[in-house]
């Protein structure tokens, strides 16, 4: 399952996925224009869906039946949730969101999410700038989100210091479950 970009945006769907071979990949969303564009695009992979669904209702969308012919969530899979999880405001339970979701997933699946990280002043500006314009867009602490920095995600090479803004503003993380 993948989940990317604001809740109240349905997410893009990805002409790559044909790559993916047999593998299982559903897009919910809630835009409906964006849902109806998705589903044209995607009309002859029978590995991909879209279906109509707000993230933040986690029962309902793991109920979908259309994500359930496709994907079997009592095996593991992987939840990739890029650029969602700051969209979510905090009196939403962002973390019980997040919870819901991985205790739904089978052992040995995989999580990935992605987060912006606040900086103080440095983006505060940039949050609010957010704020006005989608309704969303939160920026975390580290602490608050447990994540590391995108650049320091296991490098290859060693990374530079000190890091600028930009390679701080996203944190993101993987993890598998037990």
């Known amino acids: 399952m993948r989940f990317r970009g604001p809740r109240t945006v349905a997410c893009r ?8 071979g047999t593998l299982g990949v559903c897009n919910p969303g809630v835009v409906p224009i964006v849902l109806a564009h ?3 695009l995607l009309a002859e992979n029978r590995n991909t869906t879209v279906i109509t669904a707000d ?13 359930r012919a496709l994907i079997d969530l ?30 739904a997933l089978a052992a040995g699946s995989y999580l990935f999410l992605t987060h912006f990280v606040a ?9 609010k700038m957010l704020l006005a314009d989608l ?3 939160r920026f975390r602490t580290l602490a608050e989100i447990g994540l590391v920095y995108n650049p320091l995600w296991r ?3 060693p ?16 993890a598998r479950k037990a």
Request: glycine content about 12%; aromatic content about 4%.
């Open 38 to 40: 998705g589903r044209a």
């Open 155 to 157: 490098p290859q090479e």
């Open 13 to 20: 769907p990805d002409p790559s996925v044909g790559a993916l």
């Open 74 to 103: 009592d095996q593991p899979v992987g939840l990739i949730l890029f650029g969602v999880v700051h969209h979510i405001n905090d009196d939403e339970d962002p973390a019980g969101i997040i919870r819901r979701y991985r205790d």
């Open 119 to 127: 900086h103080g002043e440095q983006t505060t500006e940039l949050e």
């Open 135 to 137: 309704g969303t867009g």
């Open 55 to 67: 993230f933040r209702h986690s029962q309902k969308v793991l109920a979908h039946p259309d994500l």
């Open 159 to 174: 990374v530079p210091e000190p890091l600028t803004l930009t390679e701080k503003l996203v944190a993101g993380g993987l």
